[in-house]
């Protein structure tokens, strides 16, 4: 714990136990918050709303990877997990899976329909 009339250290463990309430990572039982998983806001900030998770639902109006919550917010994946896990539980986030990269074609495929036009 901090000590009296020391100034806040806002990387300190103090701060990331206060933001997590002292909860630790756990698995989730729908689908899993991933690095990479896409967080959409379902719900408007509360008043008494902790301000992470009030800054979760107001930057997640379009969708935002844990990623780049956990850059905005300048906290740990591990905390911003914590985070999320509890404003899913509340259904007040949704997780969608990232877009998938797209799919390409055979390059054989793409070699046959280049010789074809020449072929024209």
């Keep these: 714990m901090s000590e009296p009339g020391k100034p806040w250290d ?3 463990p103090e701060r990331l136990y206060t933001v997590s309430r002292g909860r630790a990572p756990q698995e989730p039982r ?3 918050v991933e690095l990479v998983s896409l967080i959409v806001a379902r719900a408007e900030p509360e008043p008494g709303t902790a ?3 009030a800054a979760v ?3 997640c109006q379009f969708p935002l990877s844990v990623a780049e919550i956990s850059a905005y917010l300048v906290l740990p994946v591990s905390t911003v997990t914590v985070l999320l896990a509890g404003l ?3 259904d007040r986030v949704e997780v969608r899976a990232p877009v998938p990269a797209a ?3 055979d390059p054989e495929l793409l070699q046959a329909v ?3 036009l020449q072929n024209l």
């Design 10 to 12: 806002e990387g300190g």
């Design 30 to 32: 729908h689908r899993p």
């Design 51 to 53: 301000p992470e998770a």
């Design 57 to 59: 639902l107001r930057m």
């Design 88 to 90: 899913l539980r509340e």
């Design 103 to 105: 799919v390409l074609p």
């Design 114 to 116: 280049m010789h074809g």
